[in-house]
């Protein structure tokens, strides 16, 4: 018998997306689903493989979604590669794509319905793009709703989004079972990232800063806090076309600040610009 491999469905349409999906589920099928914005890398692949392992059924989600930029970002030139994500998804096996327009997942313009991230929300990435987390949840909730999906795949490259999903699906009771994937990372310690794309090759060398920082807090993790942050921020001395937005040591319970005597596992964040690329990283520690 000759095997025929379908390629990945894409569904632009909700209507379409419940019915195809309501048909898998009728049958017996487990769903998993991978919300992404697309221009897609090993970090999201690493999700898409998981995701494979967990369920029956993949959707992956292609929508960069205008909500969670500000005015100054990237939402324009946001790089979008529907082909060559289409075909790297049917060969990892996903079934379904949804890949929205604007207008389908905000049929309104405006929301008039949002989802707050609240004071977690508003520090490190939050301050540096206010509404951004807003915007995130707003969206993975109309996502998760839509999709109706047994678990929902995140990576740990974003931690503090992973830290507000996780808890938004706990203060809203959310059904869905929500699988975080390690950080996945270029030979040389850069993560991954859409938005690697922008960097010129020097530029590409200077990005290396945020995970030596992190290199260098976890090696000054024994010695306590004020040495993670010194060893940390000393990472970015020498290079002129980096700017270090935020390093900070985060509780993984509260995501707030650890405290100056704090002892146990602790998540370093970091942010900085590259040129006009805004970047971030983190690494979890054990203070000592
Ligand atoms: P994005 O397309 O940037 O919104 O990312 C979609 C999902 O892929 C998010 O859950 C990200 O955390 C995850 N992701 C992005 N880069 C990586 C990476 N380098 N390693 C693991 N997951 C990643």
Known sequence: MTEVTAGARVVPTIVELRALLAERRAGGASVAFVPTMGALHEGHFALVRRARELADVVVVSIFVNPLQ???????????????????????????????????????????????????????????????????????????????????????????????????????????????????????????????????????????????????AAHAASGDGLAEVLAEGAAAFGDHDDVTLDYLVVVDPATFLPVADDARGEAVVLVAASVGATRLIDNATITLG
């Open 69 to 215: 930029f500000g005015p100054n970002e990237d939402l324009d030139r946001y790089p979008r590669t529907l082909d060559a994500d289409v075909a790297a998804l049917t060969e990892l096996g996903v079934e379904f794509v949804f890949a929205p327009s604007v207008s389908e997942m905000y049929p309104d313009g405006e929301v008039g319905t949002r989802v707050t991230a609240g004071h977690v929300g508003s520090l490190y990435e939050g301050a540096s793009r206010p509404g951004h987390f807003d915007g995130m949840l707003t969206v993975v909730t109309k996502l998760l709703h839509i999709v109706a999906p047994d678990a929902a795949l995140f990576g740990q490259k974003d931690a503090q989004q992973v830290f507000l999903v996780r808890r938004m699906v706990r203060d809203l009771n959310l059904p869905v079972a929500i699988e975080v994937v390690p950080t996945v990372r270029e030979p040389d310690g850069l993560a991954l990232s859409s938005r690697n794309r922008y960097l010129d090759p020097a530029q590409r060398v200077a990005a290396l800063t945020l995970s030596e920082a992190l290199r």
